[in-house]
């Protein structure tokens, strides 16, 4: 998967939380995905070529990149 082309230009980025985060009440500031969350993670695809075909490629790459790491997520990791 990671060595397909569609993955070429693929992005994973992880948002530490906890830390400094955990000692601000959650009062203080609205940010919804204080409780029980270490990351965030991002999964993002680029491509410049044109076409339906091409789109379509790279969007089933990053779907089956996301049903990948669902595992390895907590839980309902769309709605965190």
């Known amino acids: 998967m990671f060595y397909e082309d569609e993955g070429e230009l693929a992005e994973m980025i992880l948002s530490p939380y906890g830390g400094k985060m955990d000692e601000i009440a959650e009062s203080a500031i609205p ?11 991002q999964h993002l695809v680029y491509w ?14 990053i779907r089956r990149l996301y049903s990948y790491m669902a595992p390895y997520v907590s839980r ?5």
Do not use: D
């Open 31 to 41: 940010f919804p995905h204080r409780k029980g969350n270490l990351y965030k993670i």
């Open 48 to 61: 410049n070529e044109e076409g339906e075909e091409v789109s379509q490629r790279h969007i089933s790459w």
């Open 76 to 80: 309902f990791p769309r709605a965190a």
